[in-house]
């Protein structure tokens, strides 16, 4: 019954464009092709029209859109024209845009995109309008749109075709206008507290400063196969080096993983660095910037996510890893002297280590909090110092060499963001990407490589600094309730359709 049915919609649609063909070329027959119409001056845009009824009431303007309704009325016809702006209705009568105008766009079909002048007004029913004096047919659309009540409801039609979800469903314009509002406010607030924006290569010959698994392509002219950044890291702490003492990069990252509603191949990050800051300015920094955007883009710090109200108002608490588990599990990991106690402990709540990796006590620490603490997390909690095993990249507590200074936000089940006192040893760092490369030979193949180049740039010195990562897809997400990061991209990665 199922394949009955997607044969008749499937021939229904062919009929449709079959229709609207016709209809094209007898215009091109008649030498109006609406194709060859290269430009349409506008004078005004529908929210300009609303939200300034006042002031242009029976002004002249000239506009443009796509007709999205259609009311025929004997000699007259009502229509709703969507622009970039919104949506504003007109009024077309036989007797100010003459017969043919009139005919054309009697004939015409929803999706046509027109262009128009006339004049605004308010009709009887008190709806602000444009009578229309001249209308022109600048696009012939050959698809019929969604049913108009719907819009469309197919999730995975809504990301293979953004561009018609984005036609027919207001709140899919919005999410995407906070995701643009919401960049914009981060490169202010860094630009701000005198933060440079920078460039850094998206491809590189070595994988690093993340742990994760690349796309590997190959260069032709070197001969060499390349890597897809995985991170912006190392590069822009190589810039700390040299002397920019606050630097940041809004871009791509790319990472050849499973794919679910937290995580795409590709995704945006900002990342930023600050010399002769730690891990506690970040922790301040991220606080601000986040809970800043919230209060600038919805007005409020409080705001709904997945099914639970979340509140943003500055003052986060914060937890070390070690905390957050003891108080979750009741496993307290520092009390412990040998890593059999911990493997013990963490067996006793049903942790299980990834297979063929031997643990040790960060490692089982990272495991059970990742498996037992992390989905219990909502409002805005910083967990700090991380395992030194788990954190290649960050700085050792002074107090207890087994940990670092390094804090991922979490909200809502979800992290937000990642950051570290950054490790400047270049002797550390060096015996931490040999422990990566042992891990990689070992068949990790998520584990990073050896960058001498970023050693080298070490040993010339690179003042104590804080960094921060955080992920923009996710913060998106949050501020406009989606619970799938493919609802905040404009092109998630799909799998292509089956002929």
């Known amino acids: 019954m199922a394949d009955e049915i997607e044969v008749g919609a499937e021939q229904e649609l062919s009929e449709l464009l079959q229709i609207r063909l016709s209809k094209l070329k007898k215009l091109q027959e008649e030498g109006r092709d609406p194709f060859c119409v290269t430009k349409f001056a506008r004078t005004a845009f529908t929210a300009d029209v609303l939200e300034h009824f006042e002031e242009m009431e029976n002004k002249d303007v000239s506009m443009a859109g796509r007709v999205m309704a259609k009311r025929e009325m004997g000699k007259a016809i009502f229509a709703d024209l969507l622009d970039d702006k919104g949506r504003i209705q007109l009024y077309i009568r036989l007797n100010d845009v003459g017969e043919e105008a009139f005919s054309d766009f009697k004939k015409g079909d929803i999706g046509d995109i027109v262009g128009l002048s006339g004049f605004v007004f308010r009709t009887r029913m008190g709806e602000v309008s444009i009578h229309c004096k001249e209308l022109k047919l600048l696009a012939k659309s050959l698809r019929p749109l969604p049913e108009k009540f719907h819009g469309l409801t197919s999730t995975e039609l809504k990301y293979r075709q953004r561009y018609v979800d984005l036609i027919t469903n207001p709140e899919t314009r919005r999410t995407f206008e906070i995701r643009s509002r919401f960049v914009r406010h981060v490169r202010a607030f860094l630009d701000g507290r005198g933060y440079m924006e920078v460039e850094t290569p998206v491809l590189n010959t070595i994988s690093g400063g993340a742990t994760a698994r690349p796309f590997v392509t190959h260069h032709n002219t070197l001969d060499i196969d390349m890597y897809l950044r995985i991170a912006t890291e190392l590069h822009l702490k190589r810039l700390i080096v040299g002397g920019i ?12 993983e499973g794919m679910d509603t937290k995580h795409n191949p590709e995704f945006t990050t900002v990342e930023l660095y600050e010399a002769y800051a730690d891990y506690h300015d970040m922790m301040d920094l991220f606080e601000a910037l986040l809970s800043s955007a919230a209060l600038e883009i919805l007005g409020t710090y409080k705001t709904p996510w997945q099914g639970e109200e979340l509140d943003l108002t500055p003052g986060w608490p914060r937890l070390s890893m070690a905390a957050a588990v003891k108080q979750y599990t009741g496993v307290d990991f520092m009390s412990f002297d040998s890593v059999e106690e911990a493997v013990k402990a963490a067996a006793s709540i049903g942790v299980k280590m990834p297979d063929g990796k031997a643990p040790s006590w960060g490692d089982l620490l990272y495991e059970c909090f990742d498996q037992r603490v992390e989905d219990k997390l909502i409002q805005p909690v910083f967990i700090i110092d991380h395992p030194v095993e788990v954190s290649p990249l ?29 490790l400047n040893d270049p002797v550390d760092q060096k015996q931490r990407f040999q422990r990566q490369v042992q891990l990689r030979s070992a068949g990790d193949d998520e584990a990073g490589m050896m960058d001498e180049d970023y050693i080298n740039a070490l040993e010339y010195g690179m003042p104590p600094t804080g960094g921060l990562g955080i992920g923009i897809d996710r913060c998106v997400m949050m501020l406009t309730n989606n619970a799938s990061i493919r609802d905040v991209l404009l092109f998630p990665t799909m799998k292509p359709i089956e002929e």
């Open 394 to 422: 960050a700085k050792r507590k002074p107090t207890d060499p087994r940990l670092t200074e390094r804090f991922e936000l979490f909200i809502c089940r979800n992290e937000m963001g990642n950051a570290f006192s950054e």
């Open 245 to 256: 003492e606050r630097v940041y990069e809004i871009g791509r990252i790319f990472r050849n």
